[in-house]
Every structure is written in C-alpha cells, then in structure tokens.
C-alpha cells in the first residue's frame, strides 16, 4: 500500500509535480522517494524533523541542486538546472539581518528586483513603483523606510516575502518562515502568506517544524521522513498509522489541548512549541 496519500492536487495544471524525487548528498540518500503534485493557488505545508531534507527539497525545485532520480516539473516544464526562476519566490532560511546593516526596508525588498540575472534594467519609476506594490501586498509601508535590522523578526519576515513576490511568481517557497517569531507573530505571518497565495493565484510551500501554526489554514501537509513523503488533508496524513509507516517505526500523534504532538519513545517529533529545535529527532549528519 502507498504511503502517497492524495497525490492529486485539486484540479488542473500543477504547479509542481514531484515524481519519485531521490537525492544523495555526500554519499548519503537524504530524499529516497518524494512525491507531491500542488496546484495553482494551494497552500501546503511542509513538515519534518531537523534534517529530514526540507531545505533540500526547495533546492531541488529550484534547480539549485540536482535530483539522482525521480523528475520534478514547475508548470509542466521540467528544471533547467542553475538557472533562476522568475516563477518561483524564494524566502531562505533563517536570515538574520545585522542591527547595523545600512539598508531600508524598501532596499531589502528591492533586491528582489536586482537580483534577477537577465532581462532589462526597469527605470527607477517603475522599480519604486513594483516595490511599493510589493510593501503594500505585506502591509509593510509603515516602516518601508526604516533600518532594516532594528525592525522585529516578524516585520523582517514581511519584507523578505515581499521581495519574493516581486517577479510575480506561480509558486512561493518559504523555508522556516516562522521560526524566530512569537506564536501571534507565526499567526500573522501564515495567515499574510495564506491570503496572498489565495488573492494571487500563488501556490505556496511553507517549511515548518511544527506545524500547529499551519492547521486550519493550510490546504494540505507534504510530510518528510525518513527520505519519503506522504501529501494529503492533515487528517489524513497526521495520524499514527500514515506517520509511522513514514517513520519506518511507531510514531504517536497526541492532541494536547489543540495541539498536535507527533511523538515516539517519549521525544517530540514535531508540534513542539515556539521554533520546535528542541524536537529533534534524529540529529543531523
Ligand atoms: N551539501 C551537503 N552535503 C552533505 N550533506 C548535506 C548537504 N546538505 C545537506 N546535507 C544533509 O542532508 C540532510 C538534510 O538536510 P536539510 O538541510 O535538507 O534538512 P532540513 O529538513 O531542512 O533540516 P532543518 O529543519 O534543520 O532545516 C541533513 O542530514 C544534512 O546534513
Ligand atoms: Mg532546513
């Protein structure tokens, strides 16, 4: 019996098809079998253990990295490798910003401008203009003037998801994008990516550890263990059963007081609180 739950996302063209995605890094298969269709506009959640391979997922479908097997496809076109994207946004994880950086916050989003590697410079009108579409989409004009490093974690999180819209993509990656904020601003910052994904028609892959912020938002959860996935309604792929075939041992999920715990042998796998470090299970390599 499949592991792959609900492989279909809800209807037509994907966004992202991942087919049976394998990758090895420095000899070890850290992805064995990873398989996922997201379609236009979905939000997922992507869910796992301190190197269960998240942030190697995202490289891969940004064809940062290439896959030993398997094939990925962004809108049905398979990766040109080293190439960027302009159809993806890409938030890295865990950015922290020197208190003393000398940019504004209108600065930091416009590298998402700059950084492109082709196409014509836009006249500086038109650039203030996209960036400040970009600041108001993220409710980040307040302060698009100010340092950026004496700005909170979560308005920094603001302006960095703001500098992945600016090329207007079809599909949003975020890699931890609530980890160093409080659980209001975790709230805050899901429900801003939530609302954005549905107003512009973006697919959104959201990397957590714990993914209790997600429930009740996101559409369905990618769940990452042991180098395999399982997609499908939290419901549905969150229980006992599913996860422990993941595992590839007996996993619990506990709901402890609307929280959703995932634990074995006394640790927390996932649905620790605050930035869930702590919940690791298998250490990294
Ligand atoms: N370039 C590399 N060479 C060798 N091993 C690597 C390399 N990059 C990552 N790994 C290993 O691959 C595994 C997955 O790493 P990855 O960063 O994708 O995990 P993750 O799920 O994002 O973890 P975290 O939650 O801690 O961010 C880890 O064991 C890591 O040590
Ligand atoms: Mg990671």
Redesign the pocket.
């Known amino acids: 019996m499949s592991h792959h739950l609900e492989p279909l996302p809800p209807s037509g063209q994907p966004v992202l098809t991942l087919d049976h995605v394998a990758v090895a890094?420095?000899g070890?298969p850290?992805l064995r079998d990873v398989d996922a269709r997201i379609g236009p506009g979905e939000f997922v959640g992507l869910i796992?253990?301190?190197?269960?391979?998240?942030?190697?997922?995202l490289?891969l479908i940004l064809g940062l990295l290439r896959a030993d097997g398997g094939r990925i496809e962004v809108l049905g076109r398979p990766l040109r490798h080293g190439r960027g994207n302009r159809a993806i946004g890409y938030v890295p994880?865990k950015q922290s910003i020197d208190p003393d950086t000398p940019l504004r916050g209108r600065d930091l989003v416009a590298l998402g401008i700059d950084g492109e590697r082709w196409g014509i410079p836009l006249p500086r009108k038109d650039r203030r203009a996209r960036v400040d579409e970009a600041l108001r989409a993220v409710g980040a004009l307040a302060y698009a003037d100010a340092p950026v490093g004496r700005l909170s974690g979560g308005e920094q999180q603001r302006l960095l998801i703001a500098q992945a819209l600016l090329t207007n993509p079809r599909l949003l990656l975020l890699?931890?994008p609530l980890s160093n904020l409080d659980p209001r601003g975790a709230g805050e910052v899901v429900r801003l990516v939530a609302r954005l994904g549905r107003e512009r028609d973006i697919a959104v892959l959201l990397?957590a550890?714990d993914m209790n912020p997600l429930v009740g938002v996101m559409d369905r959860v990618l769940y990452?263990a042991d180098g395999r996935s399982a997609i499908g309604p939290v419901d549905e792929v969150v229980t006992g059963d599913v996860l422990s075939r993941l595992y590839g041992y007996p996993v619990d999920v506990l709901n402890v007081r609307g929280r959703v715990l995932v634990v074995a042998g006394g640790a927390v796998l996932s649905g620790a609180g605050g930035q869930g470090q702590e919940a690791?299970a298998p250490a990294?390599?």
């Open positions: 890094l420095g070890r850290v796992g253990s301190n190197g269960a391979g998240k942030t190697t997922l490289r994880q890699d931890e990397v550890h990452l690791a990294r390599a």
